[in-house]
């Protein structure tokens, strides 16, 4: 009986009596294996045989073990369970098809049969089931159940409504000729509602127009009717497709058979026609390019890590994590929400391979939860992770030679005048945002534009570092591209600039100035000053101590001065000078040394 027609239009079932169950045939074992197909017995054998053979799954049921030696076609049950043959006890819902008998489910339809009915080795009577199924309801249960085999794969595709009858009658003699039995009279045959081979529209004009191939008109129909389709000869042609094809859905369909049969060879070479466009870049790859060129300048070598981690790792920046419904791993169900856990992982991965020496930068993307139900904000961002030497050769101090704190500060700055931003400040990183644990107490930073943080960079905390037992110190800075490009000044434009034709004139200055004032505004106070003609400032010494007065700190500076179109003179270098010694003292606050 079928309780549900929509998921099965149609079901036949017919009865072999008397079987002795056993290994098939030493040539069938043969060509199953051949496609990949274990055998398993004469009667189990016999199904995938024919399977491979005309394309129509079926399965053979223990008749003795079938409550009331009937089937019927339905919804499960919720919550109603069943064991299948591969020993796992499945859980269902109301939208799953299953073959029951009176008093359960016995085998989910077109997927997998039941461990309580299925043939073993005191099987004497069989009942054989071939149907056809609805192919979006199959595809659709063996989703959400995760189950995947030959016969699901077949009908989730669709098969040929009017195959069953043809292969139970193929089956069935092949079951009696391999086990003995004798094949009952009378095949049941539940078709309540015939599935009507689609009608299709084709336009022979069309079909020339998509080929670029002259076909006639009585060519195509010569094909389609080799191909077994019923084709009305007036224009457009009104095709019938037979059910062993249920891959002709539309025109695009048909045209493809037409020119398969007609020879691809035959289509001539051609020039694409039609307008075109020149390519373009979009604005968010052009800025992650100079972003990943920049910080290749830097030495830096870029890596990728995985966007699933662990959802402990997830909540490491004090963020709730985005979770994932089915994942396949614990150590992969939830997405990133910072790059540093990944970028960490490779430093760990290096020194476990004694590998203590690793500079390295990633431009991905990180998930923060905006709710249960909304969908989570993806945001770019750039992590960059430091450890080990910097430089290398034997006349290269060592201190000299491993990277440290400002070593990344620099790398920052690169990127932030790379990127165009707006003037940015650094300030000490603010405890209590659930970070802590990343962040060394006193060696960590942020980097802010117009009072939005762009970046935090910092050390790796010593306790985290102890525990990944890593060589060296870490240093770590993660960038929020999308901040930083909503806050930059102005979008760079390189400008080349020839080889300069005058010299330069250098010109040292000291200045000693409060411990809070940072050299970055010194600096920008010395730019600002001396004006155009100002070709770089370069800080070359910071010291403490006496005679410099406690809570103040020394710091030297070697400006280099050029024209554009004449060497300066002395005068002129002085007059520069002057307005840089008299903005330092009035705007910084600063002594001068002499």
Same mark, same amino acid.
């Not at 020339?208 to 191939?213: Q, S």
């Not at 000291?510 to 004032?517: G, L």
């Given at each position: 009986?079928?309780?549900d027609a929509e998921g099965c239009p149609r079901f036949t079932a017919s009865v072999i009596e008397g079987v002795r169950i056993g290994p098939s045939p030493a040539w069938m074992q043969r060509r199953l294996e051949a496609s990949g197909v274990r055998a398993v017995n004469n009667i189990v054998d016999v199904t995938n045989y024919v399977m491979l053979e005309l394309g129509q799954p079926m399965h053979a049921f223990d008749y003795d073990r079938v409550a009331?030696?009937?089937?019927?076609?339905?919804?499960?049950?919720?919550?109603?369970?069943?064991?299948?043959?591969?020993?796992?006890?499945?859980?269902?819902?109301?939208?799953?098809?299953?073959?029951?008998?009176?008093?359960?489910?016995?085998?989910?339809?077109?997927?997998?049969?039941?461990?309580?009915?299925?043939?073993?080795?005191?099987?004497?009577?069989?009942?054989?089931?071939?149907?056809?199924?609805?192919?979006?309801?199959?595809?659709?249960?063996?989703?959400?159940?995760?189950?995947?085999?030959?016969?699901?794969?077949?009908?989730?595709?669709?098969?040929?409504?009017?195959?069953?009858?043809?292969?139970?009658?193929?089956?069935?003699?092949?079951?009696?000729?391999?086990?003995?039995?004798?094949?009952?009279?009378?095949?049941?045959?539940v078709y309540p509602r015939r599935v009507a081979p689609p009608l299709i529209r084709l336009r022979p004009e069309r079909t020339v127009a998509v080929l670029g191939v002259a076909i006639r008109r009585t060519e195509m129909v010569r094909i389609l009717r080799a191909l077994g389709c019923a084709v009305d000869g007036t224009?457009?042609?009104?095709?019938?497709?037979?059910?062993?094809?249920?891959?002709?859905?539309?025109?695009?369909?048909?045209?493809?058979?037409?020119?398969?049969?007609?020879?691809?060879?035959?289509?001539?070479?051609?020039?694409?026609?039609?307008?075109?466009?020149?390519?373009?870049?979009?604005?968010?790859?052009?800025?992650?390019?100079?972003?990943?060129?920049?910080?290749?300048?830097?030495?830096?070598?870029?890596?990728?890590?995985?966007?699933?981690?662990?959802?402990?790792?997830?909540?490491?920046?004090?963020?709730?994590?985005?979770?994932?419904?089915?994942?396949?791993?614990?150590?992969?169900?939830?997405?990133?929400?910072?790059?540093?856990?990944?970028?960490?992982?490779?430093?760990?991965?290096?020194?476990?391979?004694?590998?203590?020496?690793?500079?390295?930068?990633?431009?991905?993307?990180?998930?923060?939860?905006?709710?249960?139900?909304?969908?989570?904000?993806?945001?770019?961002?750039?992590?960059?992770?430091?450890?080990?030497?910097?430089?290398?050769?034997?006349?290269?101090?060592?201190?000299?030679?491993?990277?440290?704190?400002?070593?990344?500060?620099?790398?920052?700055?690169?990127?932030?005048?790379?990127?165009?931003?707006?003037?940015?400040?650094?300030?000490?990183?603010?405890?209590?945002?659930?970070?802590?644990?990343?962040?060394?107490?006193?060696?960590?930073?942020?980097?802010?534009?117009?009072?939005?943080?762009?970046?935090?960079?910092?050390?790796?905390?010593?306790? +985290?570092?102890? $525990?990944?037992?890593? =060589?060296?110190? !870490?240093?770590? /800075? &993660? %960038?929020?591209?999308?901040?930083?490009?909503? #806050?930059?000044?102005?979008?760079?434009?390189?400008?080349?600039?020839?080889?300069?034709?005058?010299?330069?004139?250098? +010109?040292?200055? $000291?200045?000693?100035? =409060?411990?809070? !004032?940072?050299? /970055? &505004? %010194?600096?920008?106070?010395?730019?600002?000053? #001396?004006?155009?003609?100002?070709?770089?400032?370069?800080?070359?010494?910071?010291?403490?101590?006496?005679?410099?007065?406690?809570?103040?700190?020394?710091?030297?500076?070697?400006?280099?001065?050029? /024209?554009?179109?004449?060497?300066?003179?002395?005068?002129? #270098?002085?007059?520069?000078?002057?307005?840089?010694?008299?903005?330092?003292?009035?705007?910084?606050?600063?002594?001068?040394?002499?």
């Amino acid at each position: 009986m079928i309780a549900d027609a929509e998921g099965c239009p149609r079901f036949t079932a017919s009865v072999i009596e008397g079987v002795r169950i056993g290994p098939s045939p030493a040539w069938m074992q043969r060509r199953l294996e051949a496609s990949g197909v274990r055998a398993v017995n004469n009667i189990v054998d016999v199904t995938n045989y024919v399977m491979l053979e005309l394309g129509q799954p079926m399965h053979a049921f223990d008749y003795d073990r079938v409550a009331g030696h009937g089937l019927t076609v339905r919804r499960a049950r919720p919550g109603e369970t069943l064991e299948t043959l591969d020993g796992v006890s499945r859980t269902l819902d109301g939208e799953m098809l299953v073959v029951a008998d009176e008093e359960r489910a016995i085998a989910l339809a077109g997927i997998i049969g039941g461990s309580r009915t299925e043939i073993g080795p005191g099987t004497a009577t069989v009942l054989l089931e071939a149907a056809y199924w609805n192919p979006h309801a199959i595809g659709r249960t063996a989703r959400r159940l995760g189950i995947r085999t030959e016969a699901s794969a077949r009908f989730e595709r669709g098969t040929d409504p009017e195959g069953p009858p043809g292969a139970q009658a193929r089956a069935a003699a092949l079951m009696a000729e391999v086990s003995g039995g004798r094949v009952l009279r009378g095949l049941v045959d539940v078709y309540p509602r015939r599935v009507a081979p689609p009608l299709i529209r084709l336009r022979p004009e069309r079909t020339v127009a998509v080929l670029g191939v002259a076909i006639r008109r009585t060519e195509m129909v010569r094909i389609l009717r080799a191909l077994g389709c019923a084709v009305d000869g007036t224009a457009p042609l009104k095709v019938r497709v037979p059910t062993f094809r249920p891959d002709l859905t539309r025109e695009e369909d048909l045209i493809e058979e037409i020119i398969r049969i007609h020879g691809y060879d035959r289509v001539p070479l051609t020039l694409p026609r039609g307008t075109t466009t020149p390519g373009s870049v979009a604005p968010a790859l052009r800025a992650d390019r100079r972003v990943r060129e920049t910080l290749t300048r830097c030495g830096l070598v870029e890596v990728l890590t995985l966007t699933l981690v662990a959802p402990s790792a997830a909540a490491s920046g004090g963020e709730n994590p985005v979770g994932l419904q089915n994942p396949l791993t614990q150590d992969h169900a939830a997405l990133r929400t910072s790059l540093l856990p990944g970028l960490l992982d490779v430093l760990v991965t290096n020194a476990s391979r004694r590998i203590g020496d690793v500079h390295v930068f990633e431009l991905g993307r990180t998930f923060h939860s905006r709710g249960r139900l909304e969908r989570p904000e993806e945001r770019r961002a750039i992590g960059i992770a430091m450890m080990g030497r910097w430089r290398f050769g034997w006349n290269v101090r060592e201190e000299q030679a491993v990277a440290d704190l400002f070593h990344l500060k620099g790398i920052l700055e690169a990127l932030l005048a790379e990127a165009g931003a707006a003037p940015w400040n650094v300030v000490g990183h603010r405890a209590g945002d659930g970070s802590g644990e990343w962040w060394h107490p006193t060696r960590a930073a942020e980097v802010t534009v117009n009072d939005r943080v762009v970046a935090r960079f910092g050390e790796l905390h010593p306790d +985290r570092a102890a $525990a990944e037992r890593l =060589p060296h110190r !870490v240093y770590l /800075a &993660e %960038v929020d591209l999308e901040t930083l490009f909503s #806050a930059r000044a102005q979008v760079p434009v390189a400008v080349y600039a020839g080889l300069p034709r005058h010299p330069e004139v250098e +010109r040292d200055l $000291a200045v000693v100035v =409060p411990e809070d !004032v940072p050299a /970055a &505004e %010194v600096e920008r106070i010395v730019h600002e000053a #001396a004006g155009p003609l100002v070709e770089a400032v370069e800080l070359f010494d910071v010291y403490t101590g006496a005679p410099v007065p406690a809570g103040h700190r020394n710091l030297a500076y070697r400006l280099r001065l050029r /024209a554009p179109d004449r060497t300066l003179t002395a005068a002129e #270098a002085e007059e520069i000078m002057g307005r840089v010694r008299i903005a330092l003292r009035t705007r910084a606050g600063a002594q001068l040394r002499e």
